[in-house]
């Protein structure tokens, strides 16, 4: 029984010390803050300072066009003209598989930007994660408009458009590597 409380103890001990290190960085992803945006990565992907800190937000349910497709310079853009410098109202839902923050952002005029990249056809609802009904509208009415990216007849989904040129990179290697 002695034996089981000393492990049951270091157990509890080691748990207590994880949560007071994750725990700064929680209180920060999670919930509703406001912050200013210091960096436009591009279309999709912000650095926003909160406090000291500087945390990668990715906007939610968008999908904005990849460095190399076209309309990519034009979305960065315009998301640097809307946020840089602003300060923003940061709705968190999770963590993404890359450590980013998943968020909505809310503009300082209380416009959502993933809503407006949407609308001036600047990005695509991510059909994976997406599932606001208002983005699959607002995107409805830009194809219909044919507005940015839907100016073109068959635009390319940025979650295709990587899918394809990782495999043309793979191909590139194992080409070089033979010679």
């Known amino acids: 029984m002695v034996k089981f409380q000393s492990v049951f103890l270091k157990l509890l001990n080691l748990l207590l010390v994880l949560l007071v290190l994750v725990y700064p960085q929680t209180t920060l ?60 109202r940061v709705m968190v839902k999770e963590r993404d598989k890359y450590g980013r923050t998943v968020a909505k952002v809310i503009l300082p005029d209380g416009r959502n930007l993933s809503y407006t990249m949407v609308e001036k056809g600047l990005a695509w609802r991510h059909v994976r994660y997406g599932k606001d009904p208002h983005l699959k509208t607002l995107e409805t009415k830009a194809r219909k408009k044919g507005v940015g990216i839907w100016a073109d007849k068959k635009p390319t989904p940025p979650w295709v458009w990587k899918r394809q040129h990782k495999k043309q990179k793979n191909k590139q290697c194992k080409v070089k590597g033979k010679e």
Do not use: H, T
Not at 36 to 58: E, H, M, P, T
């Open 29 to 88: 992803a999670y919930g509703e803050w406001r912050g200013q945006v210091v960096w436009v990565q591009d279309g999709d992907s912000l650095i926003i300072k909160k406090g000291s800190k500087n945390i990668r937000v990715r906007l939610q349910g968008i999908d904005a066009p990849e460095k190399g497709q076209p309309f990519a310079q034009k979305a960065k853009y315009a998301a640097i003209k809307m946020a840089k410098n602003r300060n923003v």
